[in-house]
């Protein structure tokens, strides 16, 4: 089986950019910026399709419906839809300070919950991302923030290097600060409660929507002060939802499923692979590799890939 290379879905968003045209070579849709790049999706009005091959025009969706068995593998969840959303964000100026509800409070908030995990694809000199509180921050200092617009005080702040990640749990309040390239693993949901936006303006030059009371309930505030994670071998990031390995390959080193009976998602962060029927897959590639695929090889210079699989 060959991979199955999905089209982007692009977003505008108002801290977007153009780094997946000039850094990834891509075409966008106009001049507007873009700020996220949904590349893996089962959302019901976001589909990704299948854009070669003989599965050309199906959506994942079909797929995950009909061909579950011999695409995906056995043993997997029994979700109506693909269980995980992968995304590339391209920050050029601060998002809001936000938090997705944990699980035992999303159905009371109207929502879903969310974890995910950033892999740094790029970062500038400096940019800084928000994760947890500060430590001793309480929830009367920090609400007390939110009154006088002095959130980003009491929020902890990180300046990763390129090649690093972080766990975003469900509850941990957190922002991607500007100058960031990231690759998100997530859970297949869409909901964010933003508490703080920097007092800025949307593109329709309203303030954007504010979830304060949402926000004030899922997050944790005994989350101090986390760093960027430490690889356990391979693996940067594990739980129930997801297991991501961020793999480093010289040029003929071989790479597929880590099991056969299991499908994988590859994202092509440095370097370039290929294919036994000549495919090549270079940096910002992202596809599924169906279960029983054949292996692929690295090709010029080192290649980092991450792959991504449901425990």
Not at 13 to 38: K, M, N, Q
Not at 177 to 198: C, K, M, P
């Amino acid at each position: 089986m060959e991979p199955l290379i999905f089209a982007p879905l692009y977003m505008q968003r108002v801290w977007g950019g153009r780094s997946l045209e000039s850094t990834y070579g891509r075409t966008l849709p106009d001049e507007a910026p873009y700020g996220e790049s949904w590349e893996i999706s089962d959302r019901e009005g976001e589909q990704s399709i299948v854009t070669e091959g003989p599965l050309a025009g199906k959506s994942l969706h079909e797929l995950w419906t009909n061909k579950r068995e011999a695409l995906f593998g056995s043993g997997l969840p029994e979700s109506d839809r693909f269980p995980l959303l992968i995304k590339v964000l391209d920050a050029r100026d601060d998002l809001s300070i936000q938090v997705h509800p944990p699980a035992e409070l999303a159905p009371s908030l109207n929502g879903d919950p969310k974890t995910e995990m950033w892999f740094i694809a790029d970062a500038d000199p400096r940019a800084r991302l928000y994760a947890g509180l500060k430590n001793g921050v309480t929830r009367e200092s920090f609400e007390a923030a939110l009154n006088d617009g002095s959130v980003a005080d009491v929020v902890h702040a990180i300046e990763p290097e390129k090649g690093e990640s972080i766990f975003i749990p469900s509850g941990r309040l957190h922002a991607i600060g500007a100058g960031f390239l990231i690759h998100e693993i997530q859970q297949n949901s869409d909901t964010t409660y933003r508490v703080f936006d920097w007092n800025r303006v949307g593109l329709d030059g309203s303030p954007r929507e504010l979830h304060v009371e949402q926000s004030m309930k899922s997050i944790d505030f005994n989350d101090f002060e986390p760093g960027m994670d430490e690889p356990r071998g391979n693996v940067v990031a594990e739980c129930e939802f997801f297991k991501v390995e961020k793999l480093t390959l010289a040029p003929g080193d071989k790479v597929g499923n880590e099991t056969t009976d299991r499908f994988s998602i590859f994202s092509i962060a440095e370097g370039s692979i290929i294919t036994p029927a000549g495919r090549e897959f270079h940096k910002g590639d992202f596809f599924i590799l169906p279960c029983c695929a054949t292996q692929l090889t690295a090709t010029n210079g080192h290649s980092t890939i991450l792959r991504t699989t449901i425990p």
